[in-house]
């Protein structure tokens, strides 16, 4: 346990100081070449002063989270397949930034692209989940300790956690810090989660590096943010939540574990259902954070109201899960 702790300390902290040395430079780097955000017209109008601000800043976020998780990692197929999971879920996420940048509009990849590739990443992942990291196709419902074996359905299920997973963390990231804030919140529990399992602790060093990267990352995204983490570091973060549910045979639990985003999704399907059944708006907005926004509620208290949500949500589950595996 003491070596494990140490290694996960080390991870945590060489991430968040990796993220504090180079984001500075690569701000820098990227106000040069005028990688700016594009704000959506339809967006708050609060946001319009955000345009220009430097995107793409999940390149650092990776950048700071791989190269200590590969130095201090065993490198196993469970911890390698988070790791390629969402290393591919970010570089899917950069090559949507970049076209954003270069059509300059906020639109960028084709639905259809981002579907084939994600469902090329959801493939790898079960391949290695079941192939070589040896994990069973039968998916815990831990609130009723009841498993259930999807069989040849398990890739399916595998593509809805990633897909979902992704989006959802993707809809959050929509006010300075806010993503950034509740993936670390995630990360932490999962840090919890892989250190009181045994042979896991390849994923709680990998946990480590993330949420190190992440707090890092937020020194310079908090509100007013110096940089925005993009499609990259959005579509990244949340391959890896999705990739370490997999891993940890949590994905059902991950509806709890990661509550904010599941409220952030769910707000955006109950606006379109019903605008399209009743042509009635639910929210001011979606996101519902945007709702909060548009109700004059300041940026820091959504954000930290909703850090709050996300502690809590984390909190509860893994209570769950630590007594699930007693029982």
């Known amino acids: ?37 594009n704000i959506r017209e339809e967006g708050p109008q609060g946001h319009k002063t955000k345009a220009g601000t430097p995107t793409m800043g999940g390149i650092i976020i990776f950048l700071a989270f791989a190269v200590p998780f ?19 879920c970010a570089l899917l996420g950069f090559a949507d930034d970049y076209t954003k940048i270069v059509r300059r509009r906020s639109l960028g990849l084709r639905a259809r692209t981002k579907l084939v590739v994600t469902v090329a990443i959801s493939v790898g992942l079960w391949w290695v989940a079941t192939q070589k990291a040896g994990l069973p196709s039968a998916i815990p419902l831990t ?10 359905l398990f890739p399916v299920f595998i593509y809805l ?41 390849d994923l709680t060093v990998l946990a480590a590096c993330l949420v190190g990267a992440c707090i890092g990352f937020l020194w310079f995204n908090s509100f007013p943010a110096s940089i925005f983490m993009g499609d990259t570091g959005s579509l990244g973060l949340g ?3 999705a990739g370490m549910a997999i891993m940890t045979k949590t994905e059902v639990l991950l509806i709890l574990l990661g509550g904010i985003f599941v409220i952030e999704a769910l707000s955006v399907v109950i606006q379109v259902l019903s605008f399209q059944l009743f042509r009635k708006r639910v929210f001011l907005m979606a996101p519902i954070h945007h709702h909060f926004e548009l109700q004059a509620w300041s940026e820091t208290k959504i954000i930290l109201r909703f850090w709050i949500v996300a502690v809590a949500c984390a909190a509860i589950a893994f209570t769950v899960y630590r007594l699930s595996i007693r029982g």
């Not at 989006?167 to 840090?191: F, H, P, Q, R």
Request: charged letters at 15%; a neutral charge; aromatic letters at 8%.
């Open 1 to 37: 346990m003491g070596s494990i702790s140490g290694r996960v300390l080390i991870a945590g902290t060489a991430s968040l100081l990796m993220c504090l040395f180079l984001s500075p430079k690569f701000i820098e780097f990227l106000r040069r070449r005028e990688f700016g955000q």
């Open 70 to 88: 590969l130095i201090l990692s065993k490198r196993g197929w469970e911890s390698l397949g988070v790791f390629g999971g969402a290393v591919a």
């Open 143 to 152: 609130f009723i300790d009841v498993h259930v074996d999807l069989g040849p």
């Open 161 to 201: 956690v990633v897909a979902g997973t992704t989006s959802a963390v993707n809809l959050t990231d929509g006010l300075d810090g806010l993503a950034a804030g509740c993936a670390a919140i995630v990360l932490v529990a999962y840090i919890g989660i892989t250190f009181i399992t045994s042979d896991q602790a």
């Open 239 to 241: 391959g890896a939540i």
